[in-house]
C-alpha cells in the first residue's frame, strides 16, 4: 500500500475545548458525502486508487490517559508504516502528531516537519500539562530524532515559546511576516496541518479562533510548493477540526480537501518513481 488513512479521534488534552475527537468521521463524510468528487487539483482521480493505493485503516480506539494513549496512537502508527506505507492522519487535537511523529522519524533519518498552525504549540507545558495539545512540538524537539522544524502562520507567539523555538532551532515563519513561499525543502518530509492556521472565516470549526489566519487558497498553493523531486513527504495530519463548533460542515469540507491534495501528492509521488 502507498498511503495508510488513519482516524485518530482524541481530544482529551484539548485545553479550551473538546470536540476535536468527532473529525474523523466528519471529514470522511465529507470526502464520501457525494458533494465533490474524488479528484484532486492536479487531475489524479483518487476513486479507482483506492484499495490499490490507498486505503482507510479507519479510527483508532484510543484509551483517555495520556502515556497509554501516546502508546497506542505510536504503536499503530508504526504498524500501519511497518511495509514502507506513508501514513495520513485525521486527528484529533494536536496532541495526536507526537506519538505518530515518533514513529515516522524512527523509520526515517533526517526527518523535516512542516508545521502550519495560528500557534507554535511549543510550551513546556500548559496549566500543568504536559501532555497538552499545546506541547506536542516541544516534546518531538526534547527528543532530538527530527533535522528541521518549520513552522508557517504563527500568529500567537509568547515570549516562552519564543525561547523555546530558540532552543531547539525552530524555523517559525510568522504570518506577519512570510511570503508564502515555502523555503527548498529535501528528504523525507512530514506535514501537519492544524486547521486554525486558516482564517476563522474559511474554518469556522475550531476550538480556537484565531482571526488574521490564512486564506484556504494560500494554504494549497503553500502544499503545492513542495517539490517531489527534491522532497518526499513520507507523513501528514489534518489536526483540531472541532465539528461541535462547525457551520454548514464548512471546515469538514476544507479537511476533505486537504487530505485529497495530501493523499494526492503522496500517492503521485509513488506514482513517479
Ligand atoms: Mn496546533
Ligand atoms: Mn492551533
Not at 498511503?3 to 475545548?17: A, E, I, N, R, T
Not at 506541547?135 to 508557517?152: H, K, N
Not at 508564502?180 to 512530514?190: A, K, Q
Not at 513542495?226 to 476544507?254: F, K, L
Amino acid at each position: 500500500m502507498s498511503v495508510k488513512l488513519l482516524g485518530v479521534p482524541y481530544d482529551v488534552h484539548s485545553s479550551f475545548l473538546r470536540g476535536s475527537a468527532a473529525a474523523p468521521q466528519a471529514v470522511r463524510d465529507a470526502l464520501t458525502g457525494g458533494s465533490a468528487n474524488w479528484c484532486t487539483e492536479s487531475g489524479l482521480d483518487l476513486e479507482p486508487l483506492r484499495d490499490e493505493w490507498w486505503c482507510d485503516l479507519g479510527d483508532l480506539v484510543i484509551p483517555d490517559d495520556a502515556p497509554s494513549a501516546v502508546d497506542v496512537i505510536r504503536s499503530e502508527a508504526k504498524a500501519a508504516i511497518a511495509d514502507d506505507s506513508r501514513i495520513l492522519s485525521i486527528g484529533g487535537d494536536h496532541l495526536v502528531t507526537w506519538p505518530i511523529v515518533q514513529a515516522v522519524s524512527a523509520a526515517h533519518d533526517d526527518l523535516t516537519i512542516v508545521h502550519f498552525d495560528a500557534h507554535p504549540d511549543l510550551y513546556d507545558e500548559l496549566d500543568g500539562d504536559r501532555y497538552s495539545h499545546a506541547c506536542p512540538f516541544a516534546r518531538i524537539m526534547e527528543e532530538g530524532r527530527v533535522a528541521r522544524l518549520l513552522q508557517f502562520g504563527i500568529r500567537t507567539m509568547t515570549p516562552h515559546q519564543r525561547d523555546q523555538a530558540d532552543r531547539f532551532g525552530v524555523e517559525v515563519h510568522e504570518l506577519r511576516d512570510w511570503d508564502h513561499r515555502m523555503p527548498e525543502l529535501s528528504g523525507p518530509v512530514y506535514i501537519s496541518i492544524d486547521v486554525d492556521v486558516l482564517d476563522p472565516a474559511f474554518a469556522p470549526g475550531i476550538s480556537h479562533n484565531e482571526p488574521g489566519g490564512m486564506t484556504t487558497r494560500q494554504l494549497l498553493d503553500s502544499l503545492h510548493q513542495i517539490d517531489a523531486s527534491t522532497a518526499a513527504v513520507v507523513g501528514a495530519d489534518v489536526v483540531e477540526i472541532n465539528p461541535s463548533r462547525d457551520i454548514n460542515d464548512q471546515t469538514a469540507m476544507v479537511g476533505a480537501k486537504l487530505v485529497r491534495e495530501l493523499l494526492g501528492m503522496m500517492i503521485s509521488q509513488r506514482l513517479a518513481r
